[in-house]
């Protein structure tokens, strides 16, 4: 297995330039907001490598270091906005999006949950829990191209990143995504990486794919990646078929019109567009061959929502970037989708595509427990779910 776990650290470096670049208001709030982030990657720095070494982790002599800074953490953790709320007016976002909102809202519910663990001596798990805060700043940062791109920057590799998909991830949360590239093909060109590491493998090609297609928008640099997988005899079969999918949308999307400015509604026909395609395209729900439409329609929908938030349609677009996410599950953020499903609940209560998204996040909620808890739901969950059906309801029409 790959060391996924000390990227941790480059969340709160990535939170940094998320936040405070591109901020929105005032100087007064931005400094804040600065200084709260600069505290929080100040004590993950100090915790990682308690979590990262069995021996001190387990020390007693550490216990009480490790607490404090867990406990520093939880309170760092409530100046990030709110997964709850959509809006978060009170906290500097750099766009109207809200998926900083919610995938935010992930990282503090996940920081909380490991402090639990540990004031009640759970510590084997609390410490399981404190190291899943790894790809929030990859998905956040990967989710669309942005005037903000570091790929200039030569900020050092930690010297505890050892590997080239950790390499590679590192420079991806910190907006080097030209270095990041180089990294993902080393890995793909590398037939023992292939042959020996299929998981590491594998995951440097989604990763890379979603970097080239999201961010640098360059079918060239994805298509290089593809070439990887097709020409490599130790590719599984299952991903050879899909490369060669995302061979032909990558061929038509360089003979599509070079992309220009475009307008709320051009934005939003796009994203539509390319759904309608990636639909057609599949041969099954789950079925990855469609991957390339899908990334680029939740670039076009990210794009519409960070930029015409107040327009009509971001209801439907927060529905659409739910199933753009409920294809796309590499980002190991399983419950992403049912975040914009119940985003879009919350927005626009009591409408009609409330309605739909809350079918939708009722249906994705089912399928998650079946065979996992029981014969029943669990009770916070029925009392969640419930009263994301008053909210939905639009009179008459739930029964």
């Known amino acids: 297995m790959v060391k996924k776990n000390q990227l941790a650290i480059i969340f709160l470096f990535a939170l940094n330039v998320s936040f405070v670049v591109g901020a929105v208001e005032t100087p ?90 540990l004031r ?19 998905v ?30 590192f420079f991806d949360a910190t907006r080097q995504f030209d270095r990041a590239l180089v990294e993902f093909d080393k890995i793909l060109e590398d037939p023992l990486a292939a042959k020996d590491r299929q998981l590491e493998w594998e995951r440097a090609l989604r ?36 490369a060669l999918r995302w061979q032909a949308s990558l061929e038509e999307w360089k003979e599509e019109e070079s992309q220009k400015p475009m307008t709320a509604d051009g934005l939003f026909a796009e994203a539509k567009d390319l759904i309608a395609r990636a639909r057609k395209l599949q041969e099954y729900p789950a079925d990855r061959g469609a991957d390339i439409l899908y990334l680029r329609a939740s670039a076009a929908l990210h794009d519409f929502l960070s930029q ?26 399983w419950s992403l989708h049912d975040l914009y499903f119940e985003a879009c609940v919350r927005q626009f209560p009591h409408t009609p595509i409330a309605l739909a998204c ?18 029943s739901l669990p009770t916070d969950v029925r009392r969640h779910m419930n009263e994301l059906r008053i909210l939905a309801d639009v009179i008459g029409r739930i029964p």
């Open 28 to 117: 007064s709030s931005n400094h804040a907001w600065s200084q709260k982030m600069q505290e929080l990657r100040s004590v993950l720095s100090e915790l990682l490598p308690d979590l990262f070494s069995d021996e001190q982790y387990n020390s007693p002599e550490n216990f009480k270091r490790i607490e404090t800074n867990v406990k520093k953490l939880v309170d760092l953790a409530h100046a990030m906005p709110d997964g709850a709320s959509t809006k978060a007016k009170t906290v500097t976002i750099p766009d109207e999006d809200p998926s900083i909102v919610l995938i935010s809202g992930l990282f503090k519910d996940q920081v909380l949950r490991a402090s639990q663990d």
């Open 140 to 169: 956040c940062h990967t989710r669309s191209s942005s005037p903000v791109d570091f790929s200039s920057l030569q900020e050092e590799v930690p010297k505890s990143l050892t590997s080239p998909l950790e390499r590679a991830e």
């Open 308 to 333: 015409y938030s107040g327009n009509s349609n971001s209801g439907e677009a927060l529905l659409l970037l739910g199933d753009c996410y409920e294809t796309l599950r590499d980002m190991e953020l």
């Open 207 to 242: 990763y890379g794919i979603a970097t080239a297609v999201r961010v640098k928008r360059d079918s060239n640099r994805a298509l290089a990646l593809v070439n990887r997988v097709i020409s490599s005899p130790a590719s599984p079969v299952f991903l050879k078929e899909e």
């Open 120 to 138: 009640s001596g759970r510590r084997p798990y609390a410490r399981k829990v404190l190291k899943t805060v790894t790809n929030f700043c990859i």
């Open 358 to 375: 809350y079918r939708r996040y009722e249906q994705s909620t089912f399928l998650g427990y079946t065979g996992s808890a029981g014969t």
